[in-house]
């Protein structure tokens, strides 16, 4: 069974920073695409950044210039370095993991993480 488990989220003032991981765990063998999503109290849950193993990135229009999303395949982990943080980048933050292979051959189509809560407050 792969999960996949946040860290980093908080509380932090506007035009603070904050970095999140996530570590995919299981007998894993590869991992396309990993991703964050988040979702604010009242709204749908939107993409803030994803990259496949291969290195590219897609960003949210709203992310841009801020936030860099980087990941570790030895480790099967990714991390989302937010930067410039705005009130309105409040919310639940969920790691995403996209067409995982395990060494037994077996395929995820996808798994999310619980989340973790990033409230950007003064």
């Known amino acids: 069974q792969v999960q996949l488990v946040e860290s980093g989220g908080g509380l932090v003032q506007p035009g603070g920073s904050l970095r999140l991981s996530c570590a995919a765990s299981g007998s894993i063998f590869s991992i396309y695409a990993m991703g964050w999503y988040r979702q604010a109290p009242g709204k749908q849950r939107e993409l803030v950044a994803a990259i496949t193993s291969g290195g590219s990135t897609n960003y949210a229009d709203s992310v841009k210039g801020r936030f860099t999303i980087s990941r570790d395949n030895a480790k099967s982990s990714v991390y989302l370095q937010m930067n410039s943080l705005k009130p309105e980048d409040t919310a639940v933050y969920y790691c995403?993991?996209?067409?995982?292979?395990?060494?037994?051959?077996?395929?995820?189509?996808?798994?999310w993480g619980q989340g973790t809560l990033v409230t950007v407050s003064s």
């Open positions: 995403n993991a996209r067409n995982i292979r395990d060494i037994g051959g077996y395929r995820y189509l996808e798994v």
